[in-house]
């Protein structure tokens, strides 16, 4: 069937099976290199496989749950936004979240997902206990950071190439209410902007949107934007009935793509300005409901189709510290100039590495997207030359067209993973488009 | 809002395990009743985990009618609300060619179903409330070569849930009788199912659900379908009879 991932780029004719049993899954390896697949929100080809791409969606049921330590076990499947729905009511949330729910743990666990508090809590690797993986050969192993720790830091991060994650033991954290408290800072540059993050090194969240059309002085108007989790006892009276916030409210759908033109840089500047002034106006402190904190754009479902019918590319690069100020610079100037908008830009800062081949370091870290044109393809391409020369590294959950040359340029990590997939086999039993492309 | 138990009855199936879920989301107690019951413990666990309600596993053999009474007495509770999952679809090239496997279509979509939503009807009747839904098919609204084995057991089913329907109507015992149209299930995994037409399990359990609050009486899960089978019903038998459909 057609497949695609959640940027609709590269779309790929793709087997897919849907087993229901480790032994299903199993026998679906005999048939050769395969990858597996969770709820296909990884932007690009990670979770593709023109042969056998296996998708992981009947391995979706709760085992276990803690009430005293919070550990939850659960088979990879299972999606987030189930584990909020099942348990946030009770007072638990998700140590670690992406910005959206509709991803599944293993997923999580194999693109080492980083939330808006990875500066304090690293990865989402950091919250597992233990992982059971299937390997080339059929047998599961149980690994964590005690028992075949090898294998637990590599698949950490490992993007599905080092088995298929069946299950696993994730630590939740006590959550006094489903509220944020919020406080927003307009940053007028980059540098006040990076300022406002240097100065919160304890917010437990914190995450800048980013004008990137604005240029000159103005480069990249942000809005830095720190949170915490609301105690009950500083709630408002009128949300205090309800601690763990309103139900989700009815998901809006975006039924077709939209035609290409819709997305230009008059609309896209408008929209940004437009929710920069709204920024301003809502600056200072504000109560959020949790999903619309942490999963604004989850209230659209099919908002990837807004970019029309070719698709679109994200670009997410992490620089280090010291290059930061000078790399970020350089990368939202050349965006700036080619008047390639993007809808949506955020700025983050890290902390320190998770797993051996996860993408976090410390440093800061940018996300854009734009939709799919040979201009953009050639404007990403000098992106990662900005990167490259600045000591930076990429994302692959984000990645759709990476050359192999780029990325073992830039992490030398790379060879090390290419290495071990050779030497423990794990080569000839899992493989994805993009494992291909980048010569993993 | 009463929060009854509801008692899933073929609960190994998606379609019955997705509305068993549904229900435990909206607070009720769950009982799962399949063959070979105990091997539905992670499904029981699963659900119990998510929802924080009491699901409990019950040995039925839908074709061991004699068994059924039994059965329902063994129950922890007599459900509030009873859905009859069980069915079995069979290969119509097989049931036109060997009469046990037809009748074995025959047995697990009319004779099992009907028996078991009887005896419950009964005790409903009795208790004078409840909630009965049967999960038929658009296949029995009419009969095709492509599969009419399946879709005259589906045929009687409806009927059935029409008759009970008209009977209980007074008796404040409530008949819904459900025909999806293509669900993505692991009846029809490997056919080619066209997209708009198809429902996902748990689509077609919040639908279920819905429509069994309201009371409706007789759904098509996707409103398509309505449209669908009025056409198909309408055709005259003269033409009908040479299409291939």
Redesign the interface.
Same mark, same amino acid.
Do not use: K, N, V, W
């Given at each position: 069937m057609k497949l695609s991932g959640w940027g609709r780029y590269p779309v790929a004719d793709c087997t897919v099976t /849907?087993p +229901?049993t480790p032994e299903a899954l199993s026998e679906a390896r005999k048939s050769g290199p395969l990858i597996a697949r969770g709820n296909g929100r990884a932007y690009g080809d990670s979770a593709m496989n023109e042969d056998s791409t296996v998708s992981m969606r009947h391995f979706n +049921? *709760?085992? /276990? *749950?803690d009430h005293t330590t919070g550990q939850l076990t659960a088979e990879a499947g299972v999606l987030l936004g %189930?584990v909020i %729905? /099942?348990f946030l009511p +009770?007072g638990w949330f998700p140590a670690v979240t992406p910005g959206t729910k509709f991803v599944t743990l293993g997923g999580m666990a194999a693109a080492d997902v980083h939330g808006k508090n990875h500066h304090l809590d690293g990865g989402f690797g950091n919250t597992i206990d233990w992982l059971d993986i299937m390997g080339p050969d059929g047998t599961v192993t149980r690994c964590s950071r005690e028992e075949n720790a090898e294998l637990f830091d590599w698949t950490i991060g490992g993007m599905g190439l080092t088995g298929v994650i069946l299950r696993m033991a994730i630590r939740l954290r006590r959550v006094e209410t489903g509220w944020i408290l919020q406080h927003a800072h307009p940053a007028p540059n980059l540098a006040a902007a990076m300022e406002a993050f240097e100065a919160a090194p304890d917010a437990p969240y914190s995450v800048a949107w980013i004008d990137c059309l604005s240029t000159g002085e103005h480069l990249g108007r942000f809005i830095v934007m720190l949170g915490e989790h609301a105690p009950l006892d500083r709630l408002p009276n009128r949300f205090r009935q309800v601690p763990f916030g309103p139900p989700p409210g009815r998901n809006r759908t975006v039924p077709f793509n939209l035609p290409g033109f819709a997305l230009n840089r008059w609309t896209v500047r408008a929209f940004n300005a437009a929710y920069y002034r709204m920024g301003l106006r809502n600056a200072g402190t504000s109560y959020v409901p949790w999903d619309t904190y942490f999963y604004p754009l989850d209230g659209i479902l099919g908002w990837n189709r807004i970019y029309g019918r070719r698709g679109f590319l994200q670009f997410q690069c992490v620089l280090p510290d010291d290059t930061a100020r000078a790399g970020l610079k350089a990368l939202l100037t050349t965006i700036a100039e080619t008047g390639q908008g993007s809808f949506l830009a955020v700025l983050k800062k890290m902390g320190p590495e998770g797993g051996r081949f996860s993408f976090p370091m410390p440093g800061y870290t940018l996300a854009l997207d734009f939709p799919v044109s040979d201009k953009v393809l050639e404007l990403m391409e000098q992106l990662d030359r900005i990167t490259l020369d600045h000591g930076g590294r990429f994302y692959l959950a984000k990645d759709a067209r990476l050359t192999a040359h780029m990325l073992h340029a830039t992490d030398p990590r790379a060879g090390a993973f290419a290495a071990m997939r050779r030497e423990t086999g794990a080569d000839t039993g899992f493989a994805s488009m993009q494992s291909e492309r980048l010569g993993l | 809002m009463s929060a009854g138990p509801v008692l899933i009855l073929g609960a190994r199936s998606d379609i019955g395990m997705a509305i068993a879920r549904a229900y435990a989301a909206d607070g009720h107690a769950i009982q799962l009743a399949a063959r070979n019951a105990d091997t539905l413990e992670p499904e029981r666990n699963d659900i119990a985990l998510r929802h924080g309600t009491d699901v409990t596993l019950h040995e039925l053999d839908a074709l061991d009618y004699d068994s059924h009474d039994a059965f329902l007495d063994s129950l922890p509770a007599l459900p509030d609300i009873a859905v009859c999952t069980v069915g079995y679809m069979g290969e119509q090239s097989e049931n036109e060619a060997d009469m046990q496997a037809a009748r074995l279509v025959m047995r697990s979509n009319f004779e099992g179903p009907t028996n078991l939503l009887a005896l419950l009807a009964n005790r409903f009747e009795t208790r004078g409330s409840g909630t009965l839904i049967g999960i038929s098919s658009v296949a029995g609204d009419r009969g095709r070569a492509t599969n009419y084995v399946y879709g005259s057991a589906k045929a009687g089913f409806t009927a059935f849930l029409s008759g009970l329907r008209n009977r209980l109507a007074k008796k404040g015992v409530h008949v819904m009788t459900v025909k999806p149209g293509f669900v993505a299930t692991k009846m029809t995994d490997g056919m080619d199912l066209p997209e708009k037409l198809t429902a996902d399990p748990d689509k077609l359990a919040c639908s279920v659900l819905r429509a069994a609050k309201r009371r409706r009486n007789i759904i098509y899960v996707k409103p398509v379908w309505w449209l669908v089978m009025l056409i198909i019903r309408n055709i005259p038998e003269a033409i009908f009879k040479k299409l291939s459909i």
């Open positions: /849907a +229901r +049921r *709760f085992i /276990a *749950f %189930d %729905d /099942a +009770r | -």
